[in-house]
């Protein structure tokens, strides 16, 4: 008879952190299959060789963005063909930034919001933590924009990801890194139109009785994005200036501004203007001025 042949070990990536063997979460509603490795027979003295991983059961996946601690792969499902962006973060790092279980990013999808990344599942590996997420089919805003010309988005882009922070606010979570990096653009051709999805929830957290600050923290950034976009980075006074409105004004009614916002079809650099004056008039008026139309 033929000799049996013997399985090859799949070769960890060398730039992460060593598989780890202290005691960690199992509370994943049988995320975890157990042990990923077992012991083979042969002539010689039995060898213990890794099981290929769940990922690599079940993705076919290509690198989009390598960070070291943080790899980001495009990855299309075996079983059914539907795309999907899975992050994979050493266990440590996972730990470390509060990842295990990405509890924010679930707690925020439980009902749908057409401008929020959809969270799908997470899982863990002996030395790697994944997470899966909805593919956007598009690239962050900062990519998007080198080959775009984003000034005539940004009505639609404050409306878009305004909505996206009002929703995430009345779940009582704060996303604490509004940014061009953590924005996501979708092309949707049946009706021509982009649109804008918030996502990267690892900065997320829990606010108790909608903490006024981390609110705040929000509308600046969002402010700071907006400004950036449409008359470049924002100088030192100008941050402190905005900074201090939206300390003041943590109330403010985001999804007002949502639907003020996609009225400045006409005046897109209108956009900043628009947040800034819902954080300084005590009242947002709920139609649009003449000028907007």
Known sequence: TPARSKRRAIPR????????????SKSFNGLLDGSLSRSWGGDQTSKRIEEPSRFVHTFDSTVLTDKGNITIFSATKLLDGTQNVI?????????QHNWLGCPQHAAACKKFCHNIVQ????????????????????????????????IDELPRLLSHIATALQFLHEQEIAHLNVNQHTIYVAYLPDVDIFTYKLGDFENAAFMKSMNQSMIAIDIHMLGECVHSLAFGQLGPPMRDLLHEMA?????????????????????PLSAYRLLIEALTQPHLPSTPSKSEH
């Not at 990536?13 to 005691?23: D, E, F, L, M, V």
């Not at 997470?131 to 900062?142: A, N, T």
């Open 87 to 95: 992050k994979r973060a050493s266990l440590e790092y996972a730990e």
């Open 13 to 24: 990536p060398t730039s992460y952190a060593s598989p780890r063997t202290g005691s960690l």
């Open 247 to 267: 300390l003041e004004r943590p109330t403010i009614s985001l999804a007002l501004v949502a639907q003020r916002a996609l009225r400045l079809k006409k005046q």
């Open 119 to 150: 969270y799908h599942d997470c899982w863990e590996e002996p030395s790697y933590f994944y997470l899966r997420v909805q593919s956007c089919p598009g690239e962050s805003l900062h990519e998007w924009r080198r080959t775009h010309s984003i």
